[in-house]
């Protein structure tokens, strides 16, 4: 049997027009963890490339570039991508139950 090929995704951006105080914090920690992570790339104390994957996955939902790269990583690598999906669908089912 040969598997379908999965449709590819499609990267949307979230208006400024349409985002949350919570979104707004997001963005917030994001650019933050990106300056950490330029600071890390010179600095031998700080992991910068650690620093560098959180700010990607904080701002993916606002830029097209991110998303892009990170759809081209999990088609690089699906077993990363289907580790992180565990980790996160349980992630949320635990803050789902506790609202």
Same mark, same amino acid.
């Given at each position: *049997?040969? !598997?379908k090929?999965?449709?590819? !995704?499609?990267p949307?951006?979230?208006?400024?027009?349409? *985002?949350t105080? @919570? +979104? /707004?914090?997001?963005?917030?920690?994001? &650019?933050?963890?990106?300056? %950490?992570?330029?600071?890390?790339l010179?600095?031998?104390?700080?992991?910068?490339? %650690?620093?560098?994957?959180?700010?990607? &996955? %904080? %701002?993916?939902? /606002?830029?097209?570039?991110?998303? @892009?790269?990170? &759809?081209?990583?999990?088609? @690089?690598?699906?077993?990363?991508?289907? !580790?992180?999906?565990?980790l996160?669908?349980?992630?949320?089912? @635990?803050?789902? +139950? +506790?609202?």
């Open positions: *049997m040969t !598997k090929p999965e449709p590819t !995704k499609q949307t951006r979230i208006r400024w027009v349409e *985002m105080w @919570k +979104d /707004y914090i997001r963005v917030g920690a994001g &650019i933050v963890f990106f300056v %950490l992570g330029i600071a890390g010179v600095l031998p104390i700080l992991q910068g490339v %650690l620093f560098l994957i959180v700010s990607a &996955i %904080l %701002l993916a939902p /606002y830029s097209l570039w991110v998303q @892009k790269q990170l &759809i081209r990583f999990e088609q @690089k690598f699906p077993w990363v991508a289907e !580790k992180a999906r565990g996160t669908s349980r992630w949320s089912r @635990k803050n789902a +139950d +506790d609202e």
